[in-house]
């Protein structure tokens, strides 16, 4: 693990150990995009994975709101540094042998710095054989299938479907597809300066502190009884 304290690896613990690298220190784009540059000069090879995870809009959003100035400059600042690594690509003749998945793990509630209620995103990519839209799931499934692993093989089953070939008809989300309970994890350590921003988002009504029952509001959110959410744009580039 390269300059990531411990705590910052959950859920992480076990498949880091499988990496050639894993960063997980909190940097703003401009940092972490030439970060992951040189991870990505480090470790090329002919048959390589890379992700790389930019969290200033995220941050934008819940400082300052999805109707802000600093949102926008955020998403622009993102789309100019994966500009760059897309150059890279093409710079190490590796792009046309590259698939590149660009997506969100949310979207932002319509002028809020919440995100209570924003399951549908979007995927933005170069993998001619993507094909429909789905849902959030639907992606980490596309990108095993791509790297040719069986899904079928995978416990438990995984919610999503590739998004290759003909277009599944989506049915309800069924009862057996959610946990029953809320899935435990283990209380993850946080920095005094963390805590000390979600105390003043708290204290302002920006962010609302969890409680027992917010795994059922987030179910009900994902559509546990009705139709999953789907993805509401799907890019081709």
């Known amino acids: 693990m390269e300059g990531a304290r411990e705590y910052y690896s959950e859920p992480f613990f076990i498949t880091r150990r499988a990496l050639d690298a894993f960063d997980a220190e909190r940097r703003d784009v401009s940092v972490t995009?030439?970060?992951?540059?040189s991870y990505l000069e480090r470790f090329k090879s002919p048959r390589f994975m890379a992700f790389v995870h930019f969290s200033d809009p995220d941050h934008a959003n819940h400082m300052f709101g999805s109707d802000s100035r600093e949102y926008r400059e955020a998403a622009m600042a993102c789309d100019h540094w994966l500009g760059k690594i897309v150059e890279w690509l093409k710079k190490e003749g590796l792009y046309a042998d590259t698939l590149?998945?660009?997506t969100t793990d949310h979207g932002a509630d319509l002028h809020s710095h919440k995100h209570n209620n924003a399951p549908h995103s979007w995927l933005a990519t170069n993998d001619p054989m993507v094909t429909h839209g789905g849902i959030l799931a639907d992606i980490p499934a596309t990108i095993l299938a791509r790297f040719g692993v069986d899904l079928d093989r995978i416990e438990p089953k995984l919610i999503g479907r590739p998004l290759t070939g003909v277009a599944e008809v989506a049915g309800p989300v069924t009862e057996a597809d959610w946990p029953a309970t809320p899935v435990a994890f283990?209380?993850?350590?946080?920095?005094?300066?963390?805590?000390?921003?979600?105390?003043?988002?708290r204290y302002l009504g920006l962010e609302k502190a969890s409680d027992g029952h917010d795994w059922k509001r987030r179910h009900a959110r994902l559509g546990r009884t009705g139709a999953p959410p789907r993805i509401s744009r799907l890019e081709t580039a």
């Open 33 to 37: 995009a030439p970060v992951s540059l």
């Open 100 to 102: 590149i998945y660009v």
């Open 186 to 201: 283990p209380r993850r350590k946080v920095s005094w300066p963390v805590a000390l921003y979600h105390k003043v988002m």
